[in-house]
Nanobody, 119 residues
Framework: QVQLVESGGGLVQPGGSLRLSCAAS????????MAWYRQAPGKERELVAI?????TYSDSVKGRFTISRDNAKNTVYLQMNSLKPEDTGVYYC???????????????WGKGTLVTVSP
């Protein structure tokens, strides 16, 4: 079994910062890439940033958010600066990984952590 567990969400004022973490654990053979998605109230889930062979950001967070990984800990981080009310939502961790004994790569998701940006 593989688990992804996010942490670091909370309430922050506009202009503030938060750092999200996501740790992957369990029977992991290899991780191809890790990413952060978010879902605002009433909207579809959207990609925020990917850390894989290349690093990609959505236009809405470029220059404000930074994704990084600690491969030794199977952990991905999202440093969020200059937060805006429109950054509010549930942030989900995603990992494309191969479990031990599995013949192919599978996408795994965490349960999400809530980020609220409000005065």
């Amino acid at each position: 079994q593989v688990q992804l567990v996010e942490s670091g969400g909370g309430l922050v004022q506009p202009g503030g910062s938060l750092r999200l973490s996501c740790a992957a654990s369990g029977s992991i053979f290899s991780i191809n890439g890790m990413a952060w998605y978010r879902q605002a109230p009433g909207k579809e889930r959207e990609l925020v940033a990917i850390s894989g062979p290349t690093t990609t950001y959505s236009d809405s967070v470029k220059g404000r958010f930074t994704i990084s990984r600690d491969n030794a800990k199977n952990t991905v981080y999202l440093q969020m600066n200059s937060l805006k009310p429109e950054d509010t939502g549930v942030y989900y961790c995603n990992a494309a990984l191969r479990a031990i004994g599995a013949p192919y790569v599978t996408n795994y998701w965490g349960k999400g952590t809530l980020v609220t940006v409000s005065p």
